[in-house]
């Protein structure tokens, strides 16, 4: 190889070389700039990539939630009565947790005549049921929740004793301590006599997973369609259950008690959204409990006064 051609070949490749240290330092750093954005400014900016509107973030989810929401909780004292509506309506913003109680036998009006809630719910479903307490309490419900005798007894057992209120005085046969005793009464034909009975009086009693059986099955005067007992267990069950605070922080425990809802839309989606304040009476808000009267319409005013909404 001449020397000259050897010189020419030494040269063309640094040239090469020089041209391609240009291009990578001048060249590609355009062409990226204008097709893909300065990076320097982060890169391109899309209205979607807005962090803020991101549901990604669990502080920008908690920031933008809806604060407010309405629960029912629905005490079923047989296949087609209710036993009572427990309402719970939270208002994060305003700090309040107020739960109302709608008794089984308030008068509503169908159709121009007065008749009791637990005739005018006769044998309808939750959902359609969803309809009606709206207009009991002035505000829609966002998930609700059925239990039956079966699902209360497994609130209780997680709640264990629960004060409850009696109005009436529940007297039932002590079959734990005399069932043979009144056996041989009952095989006689003859009338059990007062020793054998265990009484409770009207007042604050304690309902636990013992005597449960006794007041639900208890029917005042012998009335089975008289559900007054069975309206005030459920009453200070679901109570008991909105003011257990650790439940907040247990999805396990919730959904374990939500399985024995006998129909429910409280489910995992809704401890996600508000499991933090759903369980929050008296711990983290304001607690108002509004005592239902008979006539639901003061009842609306009443509850609207109460959060401040009237």
């Known amino acids: 190889m001449s020397t000259a051609f050897r010189n020419f070949l030494i040269v063309f490749i640094i040239g090469l070389l020089g041209f391609g240290l240009l291009a990578w330092k001048v060249v590609v750093?355009?062409?990226?700039?204008?097709?893909?954005?300065?990076?320097?400014?982060?890169?391109?900016?899309?209205?979607?990539?807005?962090?803020?509107?991101?549901?990604?973030?669990?502080?920008?989810?908690?920031?933008?939630?809806?604060?407010?929401?309405?629960?029912?909780?629905?005490?079923?004292?047989s296949e087609d009565y209710i036993a009572g509506i427990f309402f719970i309506?939270?208002?994060?913003?305003?700090?309040?947790?107020?739960?109302?109680?709608?008794?089984?036998?308030t008068v509503v009006n169908n159709a121009g005549h007065s008749v009791v809630l637990y005739s005018y719910l006769f044998?309808?479903?939750?959902?359609?049921?969803?309809?009606?307490?709206?207009?009991?309490?002035?505000y829609p419900v966002d998930y609700y929740a059925v239990f039956d005798y079966n699902g209360i007894e497994a609130i209780l057992k997680r709640m264990g004793n629960v004060k409850m209120t009696l109005s009436t005085m529940v007297r039932?046969?002590?079959?734990?301590?005399?069932?043979?005793?009144?056996?041989?009464?009952?095989?006689?034909?003859e009338e059990v006599p007062d020793a054998y009975y265990?009484?409770?009086?009207?007042?604050?009693?304690?309902?636990?997973?013992?005597?449960?059986?006794k007041f639900w099955n208890y029917e005042p005067g012998g009335n089975a369609g008289d559900f007054t007992v069975k309206?005030?267990?459920?009453?200070?069950?679901?109570?008991?259950?909105?003011?257990?605070?650790?439940?907040?922080?247990?999805?396990?425990?919730?959904?374990?008690?939500?399985?024995?809802?006998?129909?429910?839309?409280?489910?995992?989606?809704?401890?996600?959204?508000?499991?933090?304040?759903?369980?929050?009476?008296?711990?983290?808000?304001?607690?108002?409990?509004?005592a239902y009267d008979q006539g639901y319409t003061s009842m609306v005013k009443k509850i609207r006064e109460a959060v401040s909404d009237y």
């Not at 700039?33 to 962090?51: C, K, Q, R």
């Not at 933008?64 to 929401?69: I, S």
């Not at 309506?89 to 036998?105: A, C, F, R, S």
């Open 198 to 213: 265990e009484v409770f009086e009207p007042g604050t009693v304690t309902l636990n997973k013992d005597n449960l059986y």
């Open 123 to 138: 044998g309808v479903g939750a959902a359609e049921m969803m309809q009606t307490v709206p207009y009991l309490v002035g």
């Open 231 to 290: 309206d005030e267990v459920c009453a200070a069950v679901f109570r008991s259950l909105t003011s257990c605070s650790s439940l907040g922080a247990d999805g396990n425990g919730f959904l374990e008690l939500m399985a024995y809802a006998a129909e429910a839309t409280l489910g995992s989606e809704a401890f996600t959204e508000y499991g933090d304040i759903m369980f929050a009476n008296g711990y983290l808000l304001k607690s108002v409990p509004v």
């Open 29 to 77: 750093p355009y062409i990226d700039t204008e097709l893909l954005g300065d990076i320097s400014d982060g890169g391109p900016v899309h209205e979607s990539a807005d962090p803020s509107e991101s549901d990604v973030s669990g502080d920008v989810s908690q920031d933008v939630r809806r604060r407010t929401v309405n629960i029912a909780l629905i005490g079923k004292a």
């Open 172 to 189: 039932v046969l002590n079959t734990a301590e005399f069932a043979d005793e009144i056996q041989d009464y009952l095989d006689r034909g």
């Open 89 to 105: 309506h939270i208002d994060e913003e305003k700090g309040v947790y107020l739960t109302v109680n709608v008794p089984h036998d």
